[in-house]
């Protein structure tokens, strides 16, 4: 029912920035961002409640990245700062259309329903 389109993906060389929007075909709950390095699992990186009030995200990133919404435009943006080698990976977008209860609502993949194909992010060093 819902569609997510990732975009702002590119190389960019260390301590560099990026930001990456993931457009939504309609409207959404929490929407989140996740990334898979090459030879890793999929991991957490950022989430945002339905009123962009209350944000998450994992010890990686904190302090360097930042997510933010556009409600009027079914937005998500994933501001992208001091990148590190490390943070190479495909960068999913995750949403929901319904409310979320219970463990792991923000953090979890499971508890989306919705994912966009995918937008790589490849820093150099």
């Known amino acids: 029912q819902v569609q997510l389109v990732e975009s702002g993906g590119g190389l960019v060389q260390a301590g560099g920035s990026l930001r990456l929007s993931c457009a939504a075909s309609g409207g959404t709950d929490a929407m989140g961002w996740f990334r898979q390095a090459l030879g890793k699992e999929r991991e957490f990186v950022a989430a945002i409640t339905w009123s962009g009030g209350s944000t998450f995200y994992a010890d990686s990133v904190k302090g360097r990245f930042t997510i933010s919404r556009d409600n009027t435009k079914n937005t998500v943006y994933l501001q992208m700062n001091s990148l590190k080698p490390e943070d190479t990976a495909v960068y999913y977008c995750?949403?929901?259309?319904?409310?979320?209860?219970?463990?792991?609502?923000?953090?979890?993949?499971?508890?989306?329903?919705?994912w966009g194909q995918g937008t790589q992010v490849t820093v150099s060093s």
């Open positions: 995750a949403g929901r259309t319904r409310n979320c209860y219970g463990f792991g609502c923000y953090t979890l993949g499971s508890r989306y329903d919705y």
